[in-house]
């Protein structure tokens, strides 16, 4: 009796702190599965755990209450030096079996040091399966069965993971399912700093593994020097390392987070992307580096990352989230980042008990380290984001200027450019000794690139602005590529106008692998010298100069197979005829007419389709007896399931037996 009352006052006691747990799970809507495994914990580890509410809704304390089932399933006591106590230790891990567990050869015994029982094994099962369940991927029943539905569940958990994609459930998959960190002895082929990495930082990072390093692309607002340089890039790149660009001057507390710093930041990010040369189409990292809650996340976290999204939706850049699993998957599924930055480093965190991996994952960062005295954090790598490995000038701008600063006689000025983008830049404007002229813009063509417009001092002939080239057009795809006319020798072909275009490359092929290229001025081109029936394909491209369009889509047809030849007539009984003729070669089949009358009318005419090239006899019954007859034959090549046709042979006839 006592205990139960003891019970329920732990209940009651920590009810009011499940309404601000609950806050870090992926959904307020109740699971019943959830509910199942609330009550199971509760009904079966009541000496290790405090009361979970029954609320279908998972939360730390419930995710964290598994590893206490795990342990009392270890047979780990309640008390003494070395206890039960919910965190995942070198004990836990000494004891905690593979499942499907095979006694001997090493298998984990138990903390009495006893072999485990195949119905121990099953209740390690039912964790298992329950685990699994809370992290996304369901297993079938609860009932500890290792059957195949839990298999393939592990097998889909470990690829979301990154793991060896096997079915058996060992000590990391115990790991990563019941802790946000998971196995933290494991490699790593990421890693991210705010140390500013010198050759030789860069080198031993590269010796140790790691392939891709996350960095800073501004200093902390408290003035912390974390910033990426050019030079420092450029260090990387060189070291073989790849590089993905992180934004974060705070973002450590909440109240950092508002729908105006989401626009400010974005600017700020491409601003420092731009000068440091890093191409379109790199993710840039925004960062939520602390414990946000389901309403945080909801709140102004999403207003933020919206309005990130809506500043960079030019194309320059693309959006990356940091945080929790709570923050990377929201943010996500909102649409406003295309990959995530995952930050696994605590398994208590709100925003990442309870959560699934997001699908989109590019980086899990799982351990904080020092190398050679500066800090890491070791990194999962997906594969979905390698980040920059080159380093371009940045993407073209178009800018209204204002002078900042007068110049004057002796001094120089400053005039600022501002892109509708967001990028500045300042450039000096020459003493008001120099006379400006205008350097004219040159259109760019088909054939030579072009020249923005710039300006030079008349008198000195200092450059002003400079002109930036302009690339020359690009020629547009070769389309309505036909075959005009077919012979058993040539082919004319013809196609639209391309603008721009000084002249054709046809190219033709028999197999698609070897080309032959012709050149013409013209949209029409016969390609001579074919082969007699034979199947060919041609391609198109605009050219003007050096510069090359695309070329057109492949088209496929044939030569015609020689004239027909019919060898012979027989009726060799009543009402019957047979007709020899003679092997086309290249025809894939043959049309064979029998016709009462010369003119070979429709209502006259019975058409017969030899479908085979080796059959050159065919014979025709139900014929009118004492008729005469007229035959002749054409072979025919099929290409993209329409026939091409030879040309006939000489007409034929003969009279049926009566």
């Known amino acids: 009796m006592k205990r139960i009352l003891a019970f329920l006052m732990t209940a009651l006691f920590v009810l009011s702190s499940f309404s601000f747990l609950a806050l870090g799970s992926e959904s307020t809507v109740a699971d019943s599965r959830i509910k199942e495994i609330q009550q199971y914990l509760n009904e079966n580890f009541s000496k290790y755990i405090s009361y979970i509410p029954v609320d279908g809704v998972p939360s ?12 009392a399933s270890e047979g780990l006591p309640t008390s003494g030096t ?29 903390f009495s040091g006893k072999e485990y029982t195949d119905a ?7 964790l298992l399966q329950m685990s699994l369940y809370v992290n996304g991927f369901d297993p079938g029943d609860f009932d500890g069965s290792f059957n195949t539905e839990t298999v393939n569940a592990i097998k889909d958990f470990k690829a979301l993971m990154g793991m060896e994609i096997t079915g058996k459930a060992d000590l990391a998959t115990w790991l990563t399912l019941l802790t946000a ?18 050759k030789s930082k860069a080198d031993y990072l590269y010796s140790e593994g790691y392939r891709y390093i996350g960095r800073y692309l501004t200093n902390a607002a408290n003035g912390f020097d974390k910033a990426l340089t050019r030079e420092e890039a450029e260090i990387i790149l060189d070291s073989g390392m790849n590089f993905f660009p992180i934004y974060q001057t705070a973002g450590t507390s909440y109240s950092y987070f508002t729908a105006d710093r989401g626009t400010d930041d974005a600017v700020k990010a491409m601003n420092a992307a731009f000068k440091l040369g890093i191409p379109k189409g790199t993710v840039i990292y925004f960062a939520v580096d602390f414990d946000a809650t389901r ?46 930055f995952v930050s696994s480093l605590s398994s208590a965190h709100y925003g990442n008990s309870g959560y699934k991996m997001p699908e989109n994952w590019a980086f899990n960062q799982f351990m904080e380290t020092k190398v050679k005295g500066f800090g890491i954090d070791r990194n ?92 020359r057009k690009k020629l547009g795809k070769v389309k309505e590529l036909k075959a005009i006319k077919t012979t058993s020798s040539y082919i004319k072909l013809t196609w639209k106008k391309v603008t721009g275009a000084e002249s054709y490359k046809v190219s033709y092929s028999t197999d698609g692998k070897k080309w032959k290229t012709v050149k013409t001025d013209k949209t029409s081109l016969t390609v001579k010298g074919l082969k007699k029936g034979q199947s060919y394909r041609f391609k198109v491209r605009a050219t003007a100069g050096s510069n090359k369009g695309s070329y057109s889509a492949v088209l496929k047809t044939a030569t015609k197979v020689g004239a027909g030849a019919v060898k012979s007539l027989k009726s060799p009984k009543s009402g019957a005829l047979t007709v020899t003729w003679s092997k086309l070669s290249g025809a894939n ?60 042979s000489a007409v034929k006839s003969i009279k049926v037996k009566k």
């Open 60 to 71: 730390p304390y419930m995710c964290k209450a598994l590893i206490f089932a795990l342990q």
């Open 82 to 110: 070395i206890k039960a106590n919910g965190n995942f230790g070198p004990t836990t891990q000494k004891h905690c079996p593979t499942i499907p567990y095979e006694k001997g050869n090493g298998a984990a015994l138990s």
């Open 120 to 126: 121990q094994i099953k209740g390690f099962t039912r």
């Open 181 to 198: 960190p998971g196995d933290t002895s494991r490699s790593a082929e990421a890693a991210d700093t705010a140390t500013i990495l010198d």
């Open 295 to 340: 309403a945080q996340i909801n709140g102004n976290i999403l207003s933020y990352f919206k309005k990130i999204s809506e500043r960079m939706s030019s194309g320059c850049y693309r959006v990356g989230v940091y945080g929790s699993r709570g923050v990377c998957r929201t943010v996500s599924e909102k649409g406003y980042a295309d990959f995530s």
């Open 380 to 471: 999962d790598f997906s594969g979905r984001d390698e980040g920059v490995s080159e380093l371009t000038e940045p993407h073209s701008h178009s800018y209204s200027s204002s002078v900042s600063k007068a110049p004057t006689c002796t001094k120089a000025g400053i005039k600022l450019y501002k892109c509708g983008c967001g990028d500045s830049y300042t450039v000096s404007v020459s003493k008001t000794g120099h006379t400006p002229v205008k350097d004219k813009a040159v259109a760019p063509t088909y054939k030579k690139s072009g020249k923005t417009e710039g300006s030079h001092c008349k008198v000195c002939g200092e450059i002003i602005t400079a002109q930036k080239t302009v690339a």
């Open 589 to 648: 089949g043959y049309q064979l007419y029998v016709s009462t009358s010369k003119k070979f009318t429709s209502k006259t005419t019975e058409k017969v389709t030899v479908k085979k090239n080796k059959t050159v006899k065919a014979t025709v019954k139900s014929l009118r007896k004492k008729k005469t007859y007229y035959v002749k034959i054409r072979g025919y090549k099929t290409v993209n399931d329409k026939k091409v046709y030879g040309a006939f």
